[in-house]
């Protein structure tokens, strides 16, 4: 089973320059997310998705744009890019949506540098 | 506004003995809180999750942690470590779809546990 799969794994950008990180669950869940993890800060929602062709804001959204292309995918656009943005990102997935009481699944992450 | 807050950013104990992560939130409504673990380049795993039933939780790998509404607190804990529990471990709350965060999580700021042989 493969959960929650991001890509790239790794990216370094110049400032200025644009870029999309992909996410795709094959759990068929209605709700996906994009955090993005700073140290010492936990984890930020940037955007969510609660149910296919829905996105809302999350508490970071400044930068950042996202779009749910079906149930299974949600991507992250950065149209250009900021140091700040250095950071970690995730991908998360759950069944119901809302980010309730239920279980997300998460993405091993993708680790984003700009110079 | 509702937070939450993890006390400690490094906790680091001794194999085989207790640990304890400590977490503690504000909220005007009856939350729903969960232990999620991060270990190292990996993505987040739930431990464990308390939605009103039970106020003594338990979850994987031998981790439990108990709901105390007066002192709004959520602490993790586990009666021996094991070296494979180094990670690092998020507090995170939810709140209801009526609250003014509409059912987001809210996750702290994180605690490292170093568990040394």
């Known amino acids: 089973n493969a959960g929650v799969t991001q890509t790239p794994k790794f990216q370094v950008l110049k400032t200025g320059q644009s870029m999309t990180l992909q996410c795709a669950q094959d759990m068929n869940h209605n709700s996906m997310y994009w955090y993005r993890q700073d140290p010492g800060m936990g984890l930020r929602l940037i955007y969510y998705?609660?149910?296919?062709?829905?996105?809302d804001k999350g508490e970071v959204p400044n930068g950042y744009n996202v779009s749910r292309l079906n149930k299974r995918e949600f991507s992250l656009r950065l149209e250009s890019a900021a140091p700040s943005q250095t950071s970690v990102y995730f991908c998360?997935?759950?069944?119901?949506?809302?980010?309730?009481?239920?279980?997300?699944?998460f993405g091993s992450g993708t680790q984003l540098s700009v110079l | 506004a509702q937070s939450v807050t993890q006390l400690d950013s490094h906790v680091s104990v001794s194999e085989g003995t207790p640990v304890l992560l400590r977490c503690n939130y504000s909220s005007s409504y009856s939350p729903s809180l969960f232990w999620y673990v991060q270990h190292p380049n990996k993505g987040l795993q739930l431990l464990l999750k308390?939605?009103?039933?039970?106020?003594l939780v338990k979850g994987i790998n031998g981790f439990e942690a108990e709901f105390k509404k007066s002192e709004t607190s959520f602490h993790l804990t586990k009666p021996s470590a094991h070296m494979s529990d180094a990670a690092e471990y998020f507090c995170v709350v939810s709140w209801p779809r009526g609250s003014n965060q509409g059912g987001k999580l809210i996750f702290g700021q994180g605690t490292e546990l170093s568990v040394k042989p």
């Open positions: 998705s609660a149910s296919e062709g829905t996105t």
């Open positions: 998360a997935s759950s069944e119901r949506g809302g980010g309730t009481n239920e279980k997300l699944f």
């Open positions: 308390y939605t009103s039933a039970a106020t």
